[in-house]
């Protein structure tokens, strides 16, 4: 297939390179020329795992191109996956996506079928609305048997974006019409190593669907963490032992049911408040989401409480783990970060590390006397030791707690001596 991919980041840029890497023809064009030419030179800095090689293996197919009209001449589908940025109300903005389809309408082949694919998350009703009225003034032509917009959101995790693609537990395909959902259908099936159910429906039942999802999925954390909160104030209660009970319920599953660190990333928290602002738009009671945010909220303090509760006011705290998940350097709502910001405002003197890179702009930052290069200096100059996520090498961080009988806890409890 002849593919356009506009937008070459986190997300857009695996895409690209699977598609092309599974035979079809793809064409890659990001707004800013730095992501454009650290793709084409191969100086794109990327943690994502299997990303660099793969882009490696597939350039003669991947073709990053200067200008839009370029990235979308004859092709038969367009994935638009650039930025939607969660607005003050919690409603996603569309204006990059406005841009992108202003700037791709004229270029369009329709003389032949041609099937607009926003991937970025969007508020339901979206597609129908705004999106599907800006693409009919960009292109002088209505939606119909030569025009097609569908809505097929991802559901991947930063650390694993090319794992997930290949293996997806659903393709989620919102369709303005069945040809339109068949083009789309056709080129995810390219990518995928497994067979998976595909779920087409029309435009806004694939809008609700993914920000539902992740509420879900938020809910259940927060419903683990609560539940992490009520043991340690019981006492003599595991709770690996009483979540593994509850997750054997064919009604609700272990996955995600542990109790850890408060949920973060740059999609579960700010889809729980998309699915809130709706809700609250249609005048409905927006409870479950709120909820889920507040004891998310609360289990960053909880967590701070507990550990200041055991130390005195000047010890130093050593943090290992800033970024919001192993796998990637990406920070926003992090848990390390997060509880650090409760630590800071206790008055405790803390200090960093972590183990994916991350670089914390000046807000953050704050929180911190030092950022450390090592895990043995973090351990070394620390009185306690907080890890905030797994650890890619939990063994040797391990083991040099135990060579310095440093008291720590471990929100994930894989490490222990």
């Not at 599974?22 to 454009?36: A, H, P, Q």
């Not at 930025?83 to 003389?111: E, K, V, Y």
Request: aromatic letters at 6%.
């Amino acid at each position: 297939m002849n593919i356009a991919v506009i937008g070459l980041g986190k997300l857009g840029l695996p895409l690209a390179a699977l598609l092309a890497s599974c035979g079809n023809k793809v064409r890659g064009f990001d707004v800013l020329e730095s992501v454009r030419n650290s793709v084409k030179t191969r100086t794109l800095e990327s943690n994502e795992p299997g990303l660099s090689e793969l882009l490696d293996a597939t350039m003669s197919r991947l073709e990053i191109v200067d200008e839009i009209s370029v990235a979308v001449q004859n092709a038969e589908i367009v994935f638009l996956i650039v930025p939607t940025p969660s607005l003050p109300s919690g409603h996603f903005s569309n204006q990059f996506l406005l841009d992108a389809i202003d700037a791709i309408g004229r270029f369009l082949n329709l003389n032949q079928r041609v099937v607009v694919n926003v991937v970025s998350t969007v508020m339901p009703g979206a597609c129908e609305g705004p999106i599907k009225e800006r693409l009919e003034t960009a292109t002088g032509a209505k939606i119909g048997s030569q025009l097609g917009l569908c809505y097929n959101p991802e559901f991947i995790a930063l650390g694993s974006v090319l794992q997930d693609m290949q293996y997806p537990d659903m393709h989620l395909i919102g369709q303005s019409s069945n040809w339109a959902g068949e083009v789309v259908e056709k080129a995810l099936k390219t990518i995928i190593k497994r067979d998976v159910p595909t779920k087409r429906m029309n435009l806004k039942e694939a809008e609700l669907v993914k920000i539902a999802v992740n509420n879900y999925v938020t809910m259940k954390i927060s419903y683990a963490n609560m539940l992490m909160q009520t043991s340690i104030l019981l006492s003599g209660i595991d709770i690996d032992i009483v979540t593994s009970a509850i997750g054997l319920d064919s009604r609700i599953g272990a996955k995600y049911l542990k109790a850890a660190a408060p949920y973060g990333g740059p999609c579960f928290p700010r889809d729980t408040r998309a699915l809130g602002a709706l809700y609250k738009d249609l005048g409905l009671d927006d409870s479950l989401s709120v909820a889920s945010e507040k004891i998310n909220n609360f289990h960053a303090q909880f967590i701070a409480g507990k550990v200041a509760e055991s130390l005195a006011s000047g010890d130093k705290i050593g943090i290992a783990g800033l970024s919001y998940k192993t796998g990637t350097s990406v920070i926003d709502d992090s848990p390390g970060l997060s509880i650090a910001k409760e630590l800071h405002e206790k008055g405790f003197k803390l200090q960093a590390w972590d183990d994916e890179g991350v670089i914390l702009n000046r807000d953050v930052s704050a929180y911190f006397d030092a950022i450390v290069e090592s895990a043995s200096e973090l351990v070394a100059s620390s009185d306690f030791l907080l890890i905030t996520r797994p650890l890619k090498n939990p063994n040797n961080f391990a083991s040099l707690l135990k060579e310095a009988q440093k008291p720590f806890l471990d929100l994930w409890r894989n490490i222990s001596y």
